[in-house]
């Protein structure tokens, strides 16, 4: 049986910049290079491809940026370059991100026409003053109108994002939000909390002295959140991730997992063949790299097997799954008696659970997970180095010998 592959392809086009953001993407770069880039993505794959004998690609997610800003035809002719150069399983898991002001019923039966099976929309908030604060290009109304737009398309899989701590909002604005999303019946919610992060507008205007809502009261709205959207049959899979039966992001949880993916596009990363690697941030430097066969790649890592073992500690306690403990010495070959030992320590607080040998956070330890993986991980060093010092004494003694 093949192996299963993601595919990650980044378009970094956006009408706007939206104040929060840092994610590599251009305002206002228009029709003038879409077309090149359009081109330089098809001959990427063409040349990635034959790499992928033996593996099948299972989910493909177009991210951005705003991909719906790309067009369905560009889309369109992008998949259909996917299909031709791997191995694109018949069900597989097929996502397009857009923003509501983007999209239109033609638009989105173009894409359901071409095969994309799921839509991550940029809801955010269902407060226009909110949505005016962040930068965001939409109203609350447009975001109705494309989910209906999108039902219209046939689209059976919709995925709505939302975030909490922004400025001027309160619980019972963050309350509306959720309830206004819950009215529209995604199957999938993202809800993250809102970051800060260095050299964004609103990294400038906190700065400035703009408060933000702080650590209780968002604390508070996540595990409200984590309550009603249980009781409205949406599972906890993922710290920031809720999903009906069946509708969980398959492709993102290739991330999560540590299996493993291919991305094309400026700022792309990409986890295979055991090694980890990105592309420049730079659009035009991608695409006369790829077209014009120069460097395209800004780094490129091979992952040893012991750091493999601290992503597993970081990446799997983000989900629900967890971690189990065989799981890690099989795959490993690492000591888990320590990382246990820590995990009773946060049982004990309220922040892990245990289901036979299978390790958890709850909603609780999620709102701490930084902390508390920061602190495994810190055990597992000290554990790898208690296994490694008598090695060296060992070695060094018997040098003089």
């Not at 968002?218 to 809720?242: K, T």
Request: net charge neutral; charged share 30%; glycine share 10%.
């Amino acid at each position: 049986m093949a192996e299963k592959l993601g595919l990650y392809i980044h378009i970094p086009f956006c009408r706007s910049k939206c104040d929060y953001c840092d994610f590599y993407s251009l305002a206002g770069r228009g029709e003038g290079c879409m077309d090149a880039y359009q081109k330089a993505l098809i001959a990427h794959m063409a040349e990635s491809g034959p790499l992928t004998k033996g593996w099948q690609v299972d989910t493909v997610y177009f991210g951005g940026g705003t991909p719906s800003l790309f067009g369905a035809k560009r889309l369109k002719a992008v998949l259909a370059a996917a299909a031709r150069r791997f191995d694109l399983a018949k069900d597989a898991e097929i996502t397009v991100e857009c923003n509501p002001d983007s999209v239109d019923r033609r638009s989105l039966a173009a894409l359901r026409r071409a095969g994309v099976n799921r839509l991550s929309m940029g809801m955010q908030s269902a407060d226009d003053e909110q949505l005016k604060s962040l930068g965001r290009p939409h109203t609350f109304q447009q975001t109705r109108e494309a989910v209906a737009a999108a039902r219209a398309a046939k689209f059976t899989n919709i995925s709505l994002d939302l975030i909490y701590g922004l400025p001027g909002q309160d619980m019972d604005s963050w309350q509306a939000s959720v309830e206004a999303a819950l009215a529209l019946e995604p199957e999938h919610l993202s809800c993250y909390g809102l970051k800060v992060e260095p050299g964004t507008r609103l990294d400038d205007r906190v700065v400035r002295g703009e408060k933000l809502p702080d650590e209780d009261l968002q604390a508070d709205m996540y595990l409200w959140m984590v309550d009603r959207l249980s009781a409205s049959g949406y599972r906890q899979y993922e710290i920031s991730n809720f999903a009906r039966t069946g509708c969980q992001s398959r492709h993102n949880l290739k991330y999560w997992m540590g299996r493993p993916y291919l991305g094309f596009g400026p700022g792309a990363h990409s986890d295979f063949g055991g090694r980890r690697f990105s592309f420049m941030r730079d659009l035009d430097g991608y695409i006369e790299g790829v077209l014009g066969g120069g460097r395209v790649i800004d780094q490129c890592d091979l992952i040893p097997q012991r750091e493999r073992g601290s992503e597993y500690l970081m990446l799997r306690l983000r989900t629900t799954r967890g971690i189990e403990e065989w799981e890690y010495r099989r795959e490993y070959f690492m000591n888990f008696d320590p990382i246990e030992q820590k995990l009773e320590e946060y049982e004990r607080q309220g922040w892990a659970q245990r289901h036979d040998r299978r390790w958890n956070l709850t909603a609780k330890g999620f709102l701490v997970s930084n902390q508390l993986i920061g602190d495994l991980l810190t055990c597992q060093e000290e554990a790898t180095l208690e296994k490694t010092l008598p090695r060296l004494r060992q070695a060094e003694e018997n040098g003089r010998a």
